[in-house]
T-cell receptor, first 113, second 112 residues
Framework: DAGITQSPRHKVTETGTPVTLRCHQTENHRYMYWYRQDPGHGLRLIHYSYGVKDTDKGEVSDGYSVSRSKTEDFLLTLESATSSQTSVYFC????????????FGDGTRLSIL | KQEVTQIPAALSVPEGENLVLNCSFTDSAIYNLQWFRQDPGKGLTSLLLIQSSQREQTSGRLNASLDKSSGRSTLYIAASQPGDSATYLCAAEETSGSRLTFGEGTQLTVNP
């Protein structure tokens, strides 16, 4: 298995609180991604990074920010959590080269009450 | 905007049956097409990746095909086993290192 660790694995918090999810990789891959998975929508890209301090928005980026200060860590922050952000969040990594798939972490289940 | 559709949404088969899962995409200008497996409460496991210039890829009992002109990919599972029960997802990659656009998946149950 690709060396991807997501933390925390589960979190319950209240509306309006800030939340930060962490993705840590040991593969030294260039690209890192944050997706959310919801019934009826499948997996959707939130943000991704193509290098240290280089990030870009995905299709559902509103309400989320990211930071990547080191190759191995990619943080996803919900500045003021809302109930619509209750979801399962997955981090993925890739080398970004032809013929190399993305590898996924085990996910973080986030509930916002 | 790329859209990916998977049919059927759910499939239940007896053990030993050969089966086909379908994936269609609207924009044929893809970089590659990836198939994943997801077990309940787990992340996604990569099964097969088909480059845009390829027609098919095989791994053990799995064979995936790609027809860019028609916007279709299929995942063929031979001699299905109860351990194959999972949700299977296909995803299209736009360019190298870019986003994956996922279908909603096919939930497969293989009955002993």
């Amino acid at each position: 298995d690709a060396g991807i660790t997501q933390s925390p694995r589960h979190k319950v918090t209240e509306t309006g609180t800030p939340v930060t999810l962490r993705c840590h990789q040991t593969e030294n891959h260039r690209y890192m991604y944050w997706y959310r998975q919801d019934p009826g929508h499948g997996l959707r890209l939130i943000h991704y990074s193509y290098g240290v301090k280089d990030t870009d928005k995905g299709e559902v980026s509103d309400g989320y920010s990211v930071s990547r200060s080191k190759t191995e860590d990619f943080l996803l922050t919900l500045e003021s959590a809302t109930s619509s952000q209750t979801s399962v969040y997955f981090c993925a990594i890739s080398e970004g080269q032809l013929n190399q798939p993305q590898h996924f972490g085990d996910g973080t289940r986030l509930s916002i009450l | 905007k790329q859209e990916v559709t998977q049919i059927p949404a759910a499939l239940s088969v007896p053990e030993g049956e050969n089966l086909v899962l379908n994936c269609s995409f609207t924009d044929s200008a893809i970089y590659n097409l990836q198939w994943f497996r997801q077990d309940p409460g787990k992340g996604l496991t990569s099964l097969l990746l088909i480059q845009s210039s390829q027609r098919e890829q095989t791994s053990g009992r799995l064979n995936a095909s790609l027809d860019k002109s028609s916007g279709r990919s299929t995942l063929y599972i031979a001699a299905s086993q109860p351990g194959d029960s999972a949700t299977y997802l296909c995803a299209a990659e736009e360019t190298s290192g870019s986003r994956l656009t996922f279908g909603e998946g096919t939930q497969l149950t293989v009955n002993p």
